[in-house]
């Protein structure tokens, strides 16, 4: 299937860590691929096998252009030699931009379509359609969230329990595909705090916990004060911060889901929230795509 690397587990050190008491360890999963990476390499793994299996040739998926699940879909396909379609959310412009650059270099098909229209996502009818347009094909949700991303992720889960010892797992939330496979993998004396990338985070709690598995023991949680007014968008402070982390720890975020995470963490703990003695594993998941030629960070 799509190659694997081990990834690496990075320690944070700074004085606010040090006084808490706690420690801070970073699980470098944007490593484990070039293009396929972090959560969307174990989100895949399943999706690939099964529609391989069932013997699809042609994935589609839906995306805003930016989607770091267009990206990673695009290129898993063309290195399994399956086609592609990415249905995008609203107009195309020219020049493409360089997530959608790359997934159409990587023979993938764009399907723009209005806001509108983009609300049909999930309604069967709407796939219908998209089925008399192109043919017969392997369907994969918006951010490649359903029973078998949930399934790869909780082996991710497996794999992290059985690597390191740690009381608490971070990882930001967008479907919440990611959190429901890691909380259904971990121990009872263990939680997860999933951090919401939206403005109001509330709507997640019950969306998320629909593919949760009913045996999971670990608690969970999700925090929503670190949204930054909304998906994408960030602030001074957040770009200053993402500068700070690459500068001083040589550790590279992306603004719209791992920044916001740890940003949220650093302050959690500032104010004490997250208690002495504490051991926080923070899953970077990867969303560099969007970063390495459009830095938010870097000066305009
Ligand atoms: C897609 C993505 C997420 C969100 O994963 P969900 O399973 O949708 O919650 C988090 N981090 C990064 C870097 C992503 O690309």
Excluded at 182 to 195: C, K, M, Y
Aim: proline share 4%; with cysteine; net charge neutral.
């Amino acid at each position: 299937m799509i190659s694997y690397s081990e990834t690496p587990i990075q320690e944070l050190y700074s004085s606010e860590i040090s006084e808490a008491g706690v420690r801070v360890l970073i699980k470098r999963e944007d490593l484990n691929h070039p293009e396929v990476s972090g959560n969307k390499w174990w989100k895949l793994k399943y999706n690939l096998e099964l529609a391989i299996k069932q013997k699809h040739g042609v994935l589609l998926t839906f995306g805003g252009s930016y989607s770091n699940h267009l990206y990673a879909t695009a290129a898993a396909a063309s290195s399994l030699g399956l086609k592609s379609i990415g249905v995008v959310r609203g107009e195309e412009t020219l020049p493409l931009n360089p997530t959608l650059t790359f997934a159409q270099s990587k023979g993938m098909r764009l399907h723009y379509v209005s806001r509108e229209q983009y609300q049909r996502k999930n309604d069967p009818a709407f796939l219908d359609e998209l089925r008399q347009a192109y043919g017969d094909f392997y369907f994969l949700p918006e951010g490649g969230t359903n029973e078998m991303a949930v399934k790869g992720c909780m082996e991710l889960g497996r794999k992290l329990v059985h690597e390191i010892d740690f009381d608490t797992l971070c990882i930001p939330v967008g479907t919440g595909g990611t959190l429901s496979g890691l909380v259904g993998a971990l121990h009872n004396n263990q939680r997860v705090i999933g951090f919401s990338v939206f403005k109001d985070g509330s709507f997640l709690e019950s969306e998320v916990g629909r593919w949760i598995d009913p045996g999971a023991v670990a608690s969970w949680r999700v925090e929503t004060r670190y949204g930054f007014g909304g998906y994408a968008k960030t602030s001074p402070a957040l770009l200053e911060f993402i500068d700070r982390m690459q500068k001083h720890h040589g550790l590279p975020l992306d603004h719209v889901y791992t920044a916001k995470m740890l940003f949220g963490i650093m302050d959690m703990i500032g104010k004490g929230e997250i208690h002495r003695s504490q051991k926080v594993l923070v899953l970077h998941s990867g969303g560099l795509q969007g970063v390495s030629r459009t830095n938010p960070a870097e000066p305009r």
